[in-house]
């Protein structure tokens, strides 16, 4: 009772102190607890001083009101301090620690961003965290409490980048702050948690720890101490009783720690699963097991299922079978593979249309391997089947064959590029080939480190294919600078993409009405039409030689917007500077790349 009539009292001190002694005169508020004092007066003289006081600061003058306040707050606070205890409730137990010696010379305010962005919410914080782990302040162990906590923050980046690199590399330091931490029936922080305990307890403790976690934790707990127990192959038998659990999640996880395991029975329980209820959670496990003999099951089984679509019998369920078995079989780079995928594809039988999606899927597995044999293969299959595959022998083409071997095979299959063929070779090639936004913004060298045969870029002006001529220009070549300064009269754009890519490329083949071209087309857009350059707009003014100065300053003078009029007049008098060069020979600009050229040019 007396302990809450003085904090209310202080309360009602503090907003005087505020709102400022001269207000304290007559306060109800005060008047109200007055006599609340006076009756604990009665039993401790401590209250009837305080009363006392209480009325003075009632009664004071204006003058004198300030030091009756600040006594009546220093008795007030004093008496307060007496009432403090120090002792819990709580049943004692020592500190447990680790042998690893942590330092703590770190000053707070350099730690307090990183413990901030750990324990609150908004933008920034993975910056931080990096930072933090960059400059090694996790080390400190003040910090390790609250990383451990954020293994639960909901921005999966954070509990992924703490769970991967941040917790694992402080090592025995964490488990006393990660052991506090976990709790059974906890989420996906509690499975990260028990990962961590796990790679950092001895095994005799693990095992146990283990075992608790996989019978009595929540469903994120148990999936997680499920698959850790693959690391005791004496489990297996546990593990197999899990893989018939009711719930999906745990025979999931079941069957990621018998693919880890790769013993006989946990084969036999894989291959079960592949071909049951379960096919869709036992396609990753087989991925992941190295187990040969596995794959050898599979793949007499994809056999199996190839008969039976062969002579079309209940076709649609052996295609989902075969497709399965296709998917379990991704990352196994093994002949036996190549092998199965040589049969499926050289099967008239099996190219039919209810096996459409398997087709692709082998196709792809194909490629996907990269052995020498697959892409043999796989170049083939060119002209089968009505050239259907031509996008994945373009593919396997470019990595085994010289360029003038790929151009001389494929070149036939461009003659109509309204035909199925050719936009299928010409999606590829637009997939295989950077575009010069990203050979521009991505600062790395472009297809230059591909060798192409160069017959391809005049079979693009013939097409009137303008991205991949652009994509294939190189040396400076008649025809090529032709067709690119057409397409640019016809769009005299300067702030159209397509019309900065093609000055870019003419600016590389050395055209020498290039910086003519470029600024009628500047001049052509006006004085309204500018607000903002890109890098490449600026890189191509940046480019004019200086003979161009005067004419590009008497351009921005025209300008409405000043930012631009600014820029453009800066641009003018760097390249006003410039020290004329001659033009770089074929030989040194060859294999540069076009961010490796500009550079160059810049340079």
Request: glycine letters at 4%.
């Amino acid at each position: 009772m007396s302990i809450d009539v003085m904090f209310e009292l202080q309360h009602e001190v503090r907003r005087l102190f505020i709102a400022g002694s001269g207000m304290a005169a007559g306060d109800l508020r005060l008047q109200k607890l007055l006599p609340q004092l006076q009756k604990l007066g009665e039993s401790a003289p401590v209250f009837t001083r305080m009363a006392q006081a209480v009325s003075q600061v009632l009664e004071a003058e204006t003058s004198s009101s300030a030091g009756k306040l600040l006594e009546l707050g220093t008795l007030l606070n004093s008496v307060l301090y007496t009432q403090g205890k120090t002792e819990t409730k709580e049943e004692l137990a020592p500190v447990e620690g680790t042998e690893t010696a942590l330092t703590t010379s770190i000053p707070y305010r350099k730690l307090h961003p990183l413990i901030e962005a750990l324990t609150q919410k908004g933008q920034g914080r993975m910056e931080q965290l990096r930072l933090g782990y960059d400059e090694k302040l996790f080390h400190d162990f003040r910090v390790i409490p609250a990383a451990v906590s954020a293994l639960d923050d909901s921005y999966a980046e954070i509990p992924d980048f703490l769970h991967r690199s941040v917790l694992p590399a402080l090592g025995a330091a964490a488990l006393p702050a990660l052991k506090q931490q976990f709790k059974l029936d906890g989420g996906k922080g509690d499975a990260r948690r028990l990962e961590l305990i796990h790679a950092l307890l001895p095994a005799s403790e693990d095992l146990e720890f283990l075992l608790q976690a996989a019978a009595e934790g929540s469903m994120d707990v148990r999936s997680t101490a499920i698959e850790l127990l693959s690391d005791y192959p004496e489990q297996e038998d546990f593990i197999l009783e899990q893989a018939d659990d009711k719930k999906k999640e745990i025979r999931k996880a079941a069957l990621f720690a018998l693919s880890r395991l790769g013993t006989e029975q946990a084969i036999a329980r894989l291959y079960k699963a592949l071909n049951s209820k379960d096919q869709d959670i036992a396609i990753e496990p087989i991925q992941n097991c190295r187990a040969n003999d596995l794959t050898l099951r599979i793949i007499r089984h994809a056999t199996e299922m190839l008969e039976l679509i062969v002579q079309r019998t209940n076709i649609a369920d052996s295609a989902q079978l075969l497709m399965a078995d296709i998917r379990s079989l991704q990352g196994k780079r093994v002949p036996e593979v190549v092998n199965l995928l040589e049969t499926l594809l050289s099967t008239p039988g099996f190219i039919v249309q209810e096996t459409e999606a398997v087709q692709e899927a082998a196709a792809h597995l194909l490629l996907q391997l990269d052995l020498p044999e697959s892409n043999r293969f796989a170049v083939m299959l060119h002209e089968t089947y009505n050239r259907k595959f031509i996008g994945y022998s373009f593919r396997a083409a470019i990595k085994i064959l010289p360029p003038e071997d790929v151009y001389e095979r494929f070149c036939h299959d461009l003659k109509d590029k309204k035909l199925p063929a050719a936009k299928e070779l010409l999606r590829v090639l637009h997939e295989v080939t950077p575009s010069l936004h990203n050979q521009f913004h991505e600062q790395a060298a472009s297809s230059d480190s591909e060798e192409w045969d160069p017959r391809w870029v005049h079979l693009f002006v013939k097409l009137d294919e303008e991205e991949l001529v652009c994509r294939f220009a190189r040396e400076s070549d008649p025809q090529v600078t032709d067709y690119l300064v057409k397409k640019c009269e016809e769009r005299p754009n300067f702030n159209a993409t397509k019309t900065t890519h093609l000055l870019l490329i003419l600016f590389r083949q050395n055209y020498s009405d290039a910086p003519k071209l470029l600024m009628d087309i500047l001049e052509k857009a006006g004085n309204k039409q500018f607000y903002y350059l890109d890098r490449v707009q600026l890189t191509l003014l940046s480019l004019l030689p200086g003979s161009y100065a005067e004419r590009l300053r008497q351009f921005a003078e025209g300008l409405s917007y000043q930012g631009m009029k600014n820029q453009l007049l800066d641009i003018a008098e760097t390249i006003a500077a410039k020290p004329e060069q001659a033009n770089h020979s074929e030989t040194e600009e060859k294999g540069q790349g076009l961010w490796g050229w500009i550079r160059s040019k810049m340079s």
